[in-house]
T-cell receptor
Framework: SQELEQSPQSLIVQEGKNLTINCTSS?????LYWYKQKYGEGLIFLMM?????EEKSHEKITAKLDEKKQQSSLHITASQPSHAGIYLC????????????FGTGTRLQVTL | ETGVTQTPRHLVMGMTNKKSLKCEQH?????MYWYKQSAKKPLELMFV???????ENNSVPSRFSPECPNSSHLFLHLHTLQPEDSALYLC???????????FGSGTRLTVV
């Protein structure tokens, strides 16, 4: 099994709809990172969460880290075609801040 | 542009060829990383360098040979690759053991 599980694996939503992507671990997440990737390209940093219960927002994207620091969610409000891509969660599981472990990603399509 | 530049963007090579991937960052970061991204698999950490010293080799086959001449440059030398090595190779850098990892756009490698 993966150290970081992302769900769903893929998602198709109509423009204007809200959606949530989840990232779960059986281990403590010392730092949780959300990235967005356009197909075949590099990763664009979205947000980083470190404290249990922390919540951050940027434009229409909100990310939360639960109190136990084992689960994070990424919520997009009123989705737009520009939100389409692959969303990846990465985490410092070792607690050393020396490397990131990634989930398999969630592919998001936004239809008109 | 994220500040981490990878060249080439695309590479097609035969199994007997020797080629190199290059990564350059001008962010003043001291740590650099190579990740491999294959279809439907999480990003796999390959190598970690901190202040030019290799601190992690994640059981990578010897046909992949990294080189880090200084904190701003990272190379991945390739020789006698296999078709299953075809993937997107991503370089990343971070400062002080990473509060934010910055990724390049990747090199799409195809081994024929």
């Amino acid at each position: 099994s993966q150290e970081l599980e992302q769900s769903p694996q893929s998602l198709i939503v109509q423009e204007g709809k809200n959606l949530t992507i989840n990232c779960t671990s059986s281990k403590t997440l010392y730092g949780l990172y959300w990235y967005k990737q356009k197909y075949g390209e590099g990763l664009i940093f979205l947000m980083m969460l470190q404290k249990g219960g922390e919540e951050k927002s940027h434009e229409k994207i909100t990310a939360k880290l639960d109190e136990k620091k084992q689960q994070s969610s990424l919520h997009i409000t009123a989705s737009q075609p520009s939100h389409a891509g692959i969303y990846l969660c990465g985490a410092d599981i070792a607690g050393t801040a020396s490397k990131l472990t990634f989930g398999t990603g969630t592919r998001l399509q936004v239809t008109l | 542009e994220t500040g981490v530049t990878q060249t080439p963007r695309h590479l097609v090579m035969g199994m007997t060829n020797k080629k190199s991937l290059k990564c350059e960052q001008h962010l003043g970061h001291n740590a650099m990383y190579w990740y491999k991204q294959s279809a439907k698999k999480p990003l796999e950490l390959m190598f970690v360098y901190n202040f030019k010293e290799q601190t992690e080799n994640n059981s990578v086959p010897s046909r992949f040979s990294p080189e880090c001449p200084n904190s701003s440059h990272l190379f991945l030398h390739l020789h006698t690759l296999q078709p299953e090595d075809s993937a997107l190779y991503l370089c990343a850098s971070s400062q002080d053991w990473g509060r934010v990892w910055t990724f390049g756009s990747g090199t799409r490698l195809t081994v024929v």
